[in-house]
């Protein structure tokens, strides 16, 4: 169940445009699959998110992301109505523990149940329903909500389930206005409007706040490309896909790759760490500058890029980040939406509070990437034979 509502009011001589989306998550106890680990009880729900807080009761949530406005700001959440019922029976719920890495490391160590929660009789997680996250992405502000259906009152272990939640996003319109690009190809237009819809749990909504992103130009010949003049760009032909890879690279992915994409009608354009890259963009290292050397080209000619990393890591570097309690390699860099990585300054990107405002990181992707990891030419040609061979495939 959803409804849109908008109301205006004048408040110190402003106009102030409210808007609300109504909602409704229903849970049957025929949704719950209950098990046993180690003396302890799981529940679980065919989603498989839970509250992962260490030593803390390993609860299942939801999870759903709604589109509004891309204008909007100020967003919460409200719960406005439930209805909930006891499960019977007793249930010493399954403390969450730290991530296992398949990095042939033994697993962490058992964490035990956190004395002061197991022994509180104070209902666990304490809330319903919480805004998770606000982002823009790809031209859509998208808020995200995690639903917590089942309440734990530790001390007695008893599990209650609510059965139906209702609950209103309220925001205010008037966020500062996004840079929307210079151009994008109507393929990629279309591709957006399809990710986002897959994206969100009121896809119906999506034309309503989609008057700005219609508006982007299709127009080839606003194309101002940071990279030198290559066909197709060179003929006002918006690109949908590109390579980054080196000098020594360059000519076997072109002859390899970009004319094949050309041909069959994926327009391609190649750029390279010498020429187009390192010391023409900031940054603190080359990472960096690919980075925003992608987000210049971005907000030419638009997000849901296909982007092909050519080379190895020894050639083009993976951007290392704070992940899951470690620092691991990762080209999300590369594709995430704009803002900081590294707020804080420090050596190590992706911290919890490495984002804007000292926020979360924008992890979410705005383009369609992945790596190559090509060391020299036969790499490059070896790889493309094995494709050719795989569309083949009856």
């Known amino acids: 169940m959803k409804k849109l509502l908008f109301s205006f009011g004048l408040v110190c001589f402003a106009l102030y ?8 998550i229903s849970t049957q106890q025929s949704d719950l699959t209950f098990s046993t680990k180690d003396g302890f009880d799981i529940v679980e729900l065919n989603e498989k998110h839970f509250i992962n807080q ?89 808020v995200s909500i995690t639903i917590y259906p089942i309440e734990y009152i530790p001390i007695n272990q008893v599990v209650y389930l609510y059965s139906s939640i209702d609950f209103v996003i309220n925001y205010t319109l008037g966020a500062d206005p996004i840079q929307f690009p210079v151009c994008m190809s109507k393929f990629r237009k279309q591709a ?18 989609s008057s700005e992103f219609n508006n982007i130009p299709e127009d080839g010949s606003l194309l101002n490309l940071p990279i030198q003049e290559q066909y197709p760009g060179n003929l006002g032909i918006i690109p949908d896909y590109l390579i980054i890879t080196t000098q020594s690279l360059k000519q076997v992915f072109i002859d390899e790759v970009i004319k094949e994409k050309n041909r069959n009608g994926m327009p391609a354009i190649i750029a390279t760490l010498e020429e187009d890259i390192i010391g023409k963009y900031n940054g603190c290292d080359t990472a960096e500058q690919i980075r925003n050397f992608i987000l210049k080209l971005t907000l030419n000619i638009g997000p849901h890029l296909y982007i092909l990393i050519g080379g190895d890591v020894n050639l083009i570097p993976a951007r290392f ?56 030419e036969d790499d490059i040609i070896r790889y493309v034979e094995k494709m050719e061979e795989y569309r083949n495939l009856q």
């Open 17 to 24: 445009l409210n808007g609300q989306y109504f909602g409704s």
């Open 54 to 142: 260490i030593g803390e009761p390993q609860l299942p949530v939801k999870i759903f992301s709604y589109v509004l406005p891309i204008d909007a700001k100020d967003v919460t959440v409200n719960v406005t109505n439930t209805s909930s019922l006891q499960i019977t029976s007793t249930y010493l719920i399954y403390p969450a523990q730290p991530p296992s890495v398949p990095d042939g490391n033994p697993p962490p160590a058992f964490i035990p149940p956190s004395e002061d929660i197991y022994n509180s009789s104070n209902p666990y997680p304490g809330k319903i329903v919480e805004i998770t996250d606000v982002s823009c992405l790809m031209g859509y502000k998208i």
């Open 192 to 209: 957006v409007k399809e990710k986002i819809k897959i994206l969100v749990d009121n896809d119906s909504d999506i034309e309503n706040y």
């Open 321 to 376: 980040c704070y992940i899951s309690g470690q620092i691991a390699p990762t080209d999300l860099y590369y594709s995430a939406e704009p803002g900081p990585w590294n707020n804080n300054g420090n050596s190590i990107f992706g911290q919890s509070k490495d984002g804007p405002g000292g926020g979360h990181v924008d992890d979410l992707p705005q383009h369609i990437l992945g790596r190559l990891p090509a060391r020299n």
